[in-house]
């Protein structure tokens, strides 16, 4: 993996600004493109950027294949005269400043079935035969995440486990007649998988002529209301009608007396192995065809997990089980060659977590807010970084550095910290994104992201995500009067004075 030196930002492509409601794959998006370029930044990290589960979070998807089709961008279908103006009118009236789901959905998806209204009004065009290409390149996914989404639309709405149980059990009749049944339905799925598609390798080559890298994130774990479940049912631990029998989360630990019970189903690693890993193969070519790197979330799932009894409401009766390990890393790079991952190794790292990073030189993570507790010698202050990691001020998990500093320090770990970062006694809220980006810009790791409100010294009213919560996530977005001039001054300077600007095609 390429080790210069480089920095970027972290911003959800729904987070940009647009007309409609929500940040999309439009002129937004490469403007941002050409803002990281004006301040030298080489990475965007994106999040994931699949269809959206409860509470709106792109990591509960229900499938993680899938491009969201609440990011395609109404202005190309203007231009292809598959909307008007008048189309789009209901989403103009949407809010700028964060994205109101419960109004915008029912409004985007109207919008974007009237598109495949009109596109299917002609069959012959050019367009057309590209949309088969398209669904043919893709069969491996494409053609269950169609069916599951028009059977999910037809049943209101419902998981595939309240479905009828030929379905349930993907009886071969049932599919058919579902097939000819549903038939519009699913190339209307096919048809806004095929337009985010587009609009994305349009973005990305977009990037890629500008040396930006996209950056994503494959989380571990599936929903389990998700197409990957319902196609895949020998692969993951659950009973006969599709019930999860065990569940993933985390144990206890002083934070959390209950643990964490995060209810996806786990993996039958086995019957995973006995396949070569097949669906996980598909699952980081389509990674790698969107990202240019991905970060493994809960990299510690791979070495070992935990597995909880889903008829238990805590993980307290969980228990550890050994993951695939470096048989199922050694199986990617034979397919793959090196692989462009990024180990989220957050929390506790155990010895042979680091080791199967290591061995890998796969590249973790360091979290700044992480940093002061513990004295001087936490692993996650600057002075202890390795070249080999991604630093942050902080993640979508966490809050803003501005905010941080307001509300979650301790008076001990708010001195540290106001030490190691050099800040004045008068005012330090107005200086403390400033000194933290300084920070990890001088870090010696290779990589550093930064998220854009911490680089526009936002407040808590710029996080992005509560983890544990189902407030307004990832409703935030930001205006372009929130950049100033100076911000990116700054950024560009910071980028300069620490060697992060030659990039990646220099």
């Known amino acids: ?45 994106v999040l994931p950027v699949g269809p959206i589960g409860p509470g709106a979070s792109p990591y509960s998807s229900p499938s993680t294949f899938a491009g969201n089709p609440l990011l395609i961008s109404p202005e190309p279908l203007v231009e292809d005269g598959l909307l008007t103006e008048d189309d789009l009118a209901p989403l103009t009236e949407l809010p700028a400043d964060h994205v109101d789901y419960a109004r915008l959905v029912p409004r985007k998806r109207e919008v974007l079935r009237t598109a495949f209204r009109r596109f299917r009004a002609d069959v012959s065009t050019p367009e057309a035969t590209r949309v088969q290409q398209f669904r043919a390149s893709q069969s491996a996914w494409l053609d269950d995440y169609a069916l599951y989404a028009a059977l999910k639309d037809a049943h209101g709405g419902s998981a595939w486990t309240e479905w009828s149980s030929a379905l349930v059990r993907r009886d071969p009749e049932a599919l058919k007649r579902a097939r000819d049944e549903h038939e519009t339905a699913i190339e209307r799925h096919v048809y806004w998988q095929y337009l985010f598609h587009r609009q994305w390798t349009a973005l990305q080559a977009y990037c890629h002529a500008r040396d930006i890298r996209l950056f994503g994130d494959l989380p571990i774990y599936v929903a389990p209301d998700s197409a990957d479940v319902w196609a895949h049912q020998e692969r993951f631990r659950l009973d006969d009608d599709g019930t999860p029998t065990s569940v993933a989360g985390v144990p206890p630990d002083y934070f959390s007396p209950e643990g964490q019970r995060w209810g996806n189903p786990l993996y039958r690693w086995d019957r995973m192995e006995e396949h070569d890993f097949a669906w996980w193969t598909e699952r980081l070519r389509r990674a790698f065809e969107l990202f240019d790197l991905v970060r493994l979330d809960h990299f510690r799932g791979f070495d070992e997990y935990w597995s909880i009894p889903a008829g238990h409401d805590t993980a307290i009766d969980g ?23 990024v180990a989220e190794d957050l929390g506790i790292v155990t010895d042979s977590v680091g080791a199967l990073r290591d061995t890998f030189d796969f590249p973790g993570m360091a979290v700044l807010q992480f940093a002061f507790g513990g004295g001087p010698d936490n692993d996650f202050l600057p002075h202890h970084h390795r070249r080999n990691m991604v630093a942050y001020t902080g993640t979508h998990d966490n809050n803003t550095i501005v905010g941080w500093w307001r509300d979650d320090l301790s008076d001990k770990e708010r001195n540290f910290a106001h030490s190691y970062l050099n800040l004045p006694d008068t005012n330090p809220d107005e200086s403390v994104h400033r000194q933290a980006l300084r920070a990890m810009m001088a870090s010696v790791a290779d990589r550093v992201v930064t998220p854009l409100q911490d680089v526009i010294g936002l407040g808590s009213e710029g996080r992005i995500n509560t983890p544990g919560t189902m407030g307004d996530n990832w409703a935030w977005r930001f205006t372009p009067d929130q950049i100033a001039e100076e911000d990116e001054t700054r950024l560009a300077q910071l980028t300069h004075l620490y060697g992060r600007a030659s990039g990646y095609g220099d």
Not at 10 to 37: E, K
Not at 319 to 341: C, I, N, Q, T, Y
């Open 319 to 341: 228990s550890w089980e050994s993951g695939p390990g470096a048989a199922f890393f050694r199986a990617m790079e034979d397919k793959f060659g090196e692989l462009p991952v």
């Open 1 to 45: 993996m390429d080790s210069r030196r480089t920095s970027g930002l972290l911003l959800p492509v729904s987070a940009l600004p647009s007309r409609y409601g929500i940040g999309d794959l439009g002129p937004a998006a490469f403007q941002f493109a050409d803002l990281l370029t004006r301040t030298n930044q080489r990475l965007w990290q």
